[in-house]
Nanobody
Framework: QVQLVESGGGLVQAGGSLRLSCTAS????????MGWFRQAPGKKRELIAA????????HYEPSVQGRFIISRANAKKTMFLQMNDLKAEDTAVYYC?????????????????????WGQGTQVTVSS
């Protein structure tokens, strides 16, 4: 089991940027495919970006493609989400998650049910 803690959320104006971090403790972070999810009020939680354990492969939900960048620093047990050109519809609680099952170095995990461990979430609010 790995413990995950998100940070970097906050209030930002539309068009602005934020960088979220997800720091892990316990487990073997460098072996895990990871993902960023978000849940807006009244909506289901959705995957917005995923990254393989090696960082070789990434996946983005279409609404964030070209604006958000997922990355990781395995030596620091940290994953990042750089969010640019933020829009009001990006307002949500953002969660990071880990899939602790063995995967290939280029495998991204898109199924929410495959993620085992979750952070507590960080609020991102974008004012228009």
């Amino acid at each position: 089991q790995v413990q995950l803690v998100e940070s970097g959320g906050g209030l930002v104006q539309a068009g602005g940027s934020l960088r979220l971090s997800c720091t892990a403790s316990g487990g073997f972070f460098g072996n895990y495919a990871m993902g960023w999810f978000r849940q807006a009020p009244g909506k289901k939680r959705e995957l917005i970006a995923a990254i393989s354990w090696s960082g070789e492969a990434t996946h983005y939900e279409p609404s964030v493609q070209g604006r958000f960048i997922i990355s990781r620093a395995n030596a620091k047990k940290t994953m990042f989400l750089q969010m640019n050109d933020l829009k009001a519809e990006d307002t949500a609680v953002y969660y990071c998650a880990a899939d602790t099952a063995p995967t290939a170095s280029y495998t991204v995990v898109v199924g929410e049910g495959l993620y085992d461990d979750w952070g507590q979430g960080t609020q991102v609010t974008v004012s228009s």
